[in-house]
């Protein structure tokens, strides 16, 4: 059997966006687009993607169920970690004090950045309790809709 690597790879990433952006978030995939955006006033929920299983099995289930709450973020963005690096790259620069993480989540308000779940707080969690932990910040941050 010869599996073309790439192909499936290409696959993979295709899903990961296709399955966050029918959830409700705008894709960034450049520094520009994350500027814009992350800039802007109010708050921003931003969910650095990536391919790993907990990305998959724990992250994006939460980024999509996170949203059944009456307090919610103004924005829904996200990043694609190891595939567009830049954007990754500009959005991480707006998360200080925090480390490099994906999967992620970070929660600004006006441009700054007020918490974030990192991927310790996902890798090896139950979706529900990643769940709560975002529908807390958006409880503390973000206005009722």
Not at 45 to 58: D, E, H
Not at 63 to 71: E, G, M, R, T
């Amino acid at each position: 059997m010869n599996i073309d690597f790439n192909l499936f790879m290409n696959d993979v990433v295709r899903q990961a966006r296709e399955e966050i952006v029918a959830a409700g978030y705008e894709e960034l995939t450049t520094p520009e687009a994350v500027e814009e955006k992350l800039s802007q006033k109010g708050t921003t929920l931003v969910m650095v993607n990536s391919v790993c299983g907990c990305a998959g099995g724990i992250a994006r289930p939460a980024a999509k169920f996170s949203l059944q709450h009456n307090q919610l973020p103004n924005q829904l963005v996200t990043v694609f970690a190891g595939q567009d690096k830049a954007a990754t790259e500009k959005a991480r620069s707006y998360f200080t004090g925090y480390a490099p993480s994906s999967p992620s989540f970070a929660l600004l308000k006006d441009g700054q950045i007020q918490t974030m779940i990192e991927r310790h707080e996902i890798e090896g969690h139950d979706p529900v309790q990643v769940v709560e932990k975002l529908q807390q910040a958006f409880n503390e941050y973000c206005q009722e809709a």
